[in-house]
Every structure is written in C-alpha cells, then in structure tokens.
T-cell receptor, first 113, second 115 residues
Framework: GENVEQHPSTLSVQEGDSAVIKCTYS??????FPWYKQELGKGPQLIID?????GEKKDQRIAVTLNKTAKHFSLHITETQPEDSAVYFC????????????FGSGTQLTVLP | EAGVAQSPRYKIIEKRQSVAFWCNPI?????LYWYQQILGQGPKLLIQ????????DSQLPKDRFSAERLKGVDSTLKIQPAKLEDSAVYLC?????????????FGPGTRLTVL
C-alpha cells in the first residue's frame, strides 16, 4: 500500500517568513495529493490539492509543487501570519471512488510574531 | 451551511467498556468516513460509506469496532470492548460523492481516552 513520509515534524518561523513542508510517497500510481490544515480542537480542513498532471498550483500565499519522478511534493506558505500556526498534513491516493487517502504524520507549524 | 456534527466531543472510559460515537454529515452528502487519529499521527481511515452501504472497511478492527449508517444519513461508530490503544480522536467526514477528488469536510472529532 501507499506510504507517505512528512518532514519536518515541527517548524517555527518568524512572521513574514516562508515555510516549506515536504512529503514523499511510495506508490508511483498515486495521482492526487491534498494538503490539510488542522487547528487545535478542530478537524482537518483542505487548503490546497494537486493532481499528477500538474507540476505546481498556487492559491494566494499557498503553493504546492509536485515532482513525480522523485515522488515528492511540497507545501509552500509565503508571508506567514500567526493564524497560519496549525498542524499541516499531506496525503496521497491513487484516486477512484474507493481509494482511501494515506496521510503523512503531520507538521506543527508555529509562526512567531 | 452547517458542518459535520459529532458527539460527544470527549469521552473517558475504562478498558473493556463499550463506547459509541455519533456523526451527522453535511446535508446531501452521500459519502461518510470515519477516521482514527492517534496523537502525533495523521488520520487513518476506518470505514467509508456510500449512502448506507459500506465501500471500504479494510482497516476496521472488526472484532471490536462496528459502524452503521442508517437511512444513509447519520452514522454511529461503536467500540466493544475498548482497549488502551484505542485512545485517539475519532473523526467523521463527509463528501458529496465518493472518490478523494470530492472534498472531505471533517467534523471536530471525539477525543476518546481509555484508562
């Protein structure tokens, strides 16, 4: 089955700096890679996703890049703000109606004011 | 639009006791998921329903866990008997249809502590 590794497990940045979180996956057939943000006491919330036919996707201060050859993908957050502080999870799947998401272990991002 | 509702938010039980969690998905969402999230880990899918039928329960420990989704709306997840290693947050999610491209909306979860 799919295995997703995520690094780093914790990340502290100064407000206004950029943050990068990296994930690697094992199943070369995986073709959908979402990122979730989980705030304390809440469920994960989808913030951005990318499919394997695209190398990069941006949404305001958030971007995701995908390298299919190396089987890794990354989340980039620019101009970080205190409200970006949360746990971020990457995930991967082959897709299809019954294909489950395999999540990484999470990154605790702290943005210091 | 109301989100996914779960209850209770917290539950503390002793090992070998039984416990049940309830989930009310977003109205109109056909697909419902139950995840287990152990502290420091990402969510792990336990079971996926499409309407009131099971699509995937390959990671559900069926000797102690059971789930149902009556009338294709609300769902309950039960653990009987509970073990210490069942301590985790149990997340319910729903989506309009099956397949991961359909955004999954998560509830706040139920934090279970087994003593």
């Amino acid at each position: 089955g799919e295995n997703v590794e995520q690094h780093p497990s914790t990340l502290s940045v100064q407000e206004g700096d950029s943050a990068v979180i990296k994930c690697t996956y094992s199943d070369s057939a995986s073709n959908y890679f979402p990122w979730y943000k989980q705030e304390l006491g809440k469920g994960p919330q989808l913030i951005i996703d990318i499919r394997s036919n695209v190398g990069e996707k941006k949404d305001q201060r958030i971007a995701v890049t995908l390298n299919k050859t190396a089987k890794h993908f990354s989340l980039h957050i620019t101009e970080t703000q205190p409200e970006d502080s949360a746990v971020y999870f990457c995930a991967a799947t082959r897709g299809g109606s019954a294909r489950q998401l395999t999540f990484g272990s999470g990154t605790q991002l702290t943005v210091l004011p | 639009e109301a989100g996914v509702a779960q209850s209770p938010r917290y539950k503390i039980i002793e090992k070998r006791q039984s416990v049940a969690f309830w989930c009310n998905p977003i109205s109109g969402h056909a697909t419902l998921y139950w995840y287990q999230q152990i502290l420091g880990q990402g969510p792990k899918l336990l079971i996926q329903f499409q309407n009131n039928g099971v699509v995937d329960d390959s990671q559900l420990p069926k000797d102690r866990f059971s789930a149902e989704r009556l009338k294709g709306v609300d769902s309950t997840l039960k653990i009987q008997p509970a073990k210490l290693e069942d301590s985790a947050v149990y997340l319910c999610a729903s989506s309009l249809a099956g397949g991961p491209w359909n955004e999954q909306f998560f509830g706040p979860g139920t934090r279970l502590t087994v003593l």
